[in-house]
Nanobody, 120 residues
Framework: QVQLVESGGGLVQAGGSLRLSCAASGRIFGIESMGWYRQAPGNQRELVASITRHGSTNYADSVKGRFTISRDTSTNTVYLQMNSLKPEDTFVYYC??????????????WGKGTLVTVSS
């Protein structure tokens, strides 16, 4: 099995910064992609940013220019650097990863989430 553990959430004032981390552990042959999602009450969980094992990135329009996703393949860890935070960035952020536990077997996994609260 694979576990994803998020950290780095907390309370920050508008305009401030936070860095989220998500470390994957367990039976890991390789990780194809990792990403961060967030969800507001009454809404679907939406992609914030993602990155493939080749380094290709994708961002939601609302965070482009403010958030940066990166990864350390040696530790199976993905980071989300969040700058110029706004109150509307207040969500629970969830880490997701598509993990191969064997060469030809893989599936998606979710972390339990970390809360980011941005005060005005």
């Amino acid at each position: 099995q694979v576990q994803l553990v998020e950290s780095g959430g907390g309370l920050v004032q508008a305009g401030g910064s936070l860095r989220l981390s998500c470390a994957a552990s367990g039976r890991i042959f390789g990780i194809e992609s990792m990403g961060w999602y967030r969800q507001a009450p009454g809404n679907q969980r939406e992609l914030v940013a993602s990155i493939t094992r080749h380094g290709s990135t994708n961002y939601a329009d609302s965070v482009k220019g403010r958030f940066t996703i990166s990864r350390d393949t040696s530790t199976n860890t993905v980071y989300l650097q969040m700058n110029s935070l706004k109150p509307e960035d207040t969500f629970v952020y969830y880490c997701n990863a598509f993990v191969r536990t064997e060469q030809y077997i893989g599936m998606g996994y979710w972390g339990k989430g970390t809360l980011v609260t941005v005060s005005s």
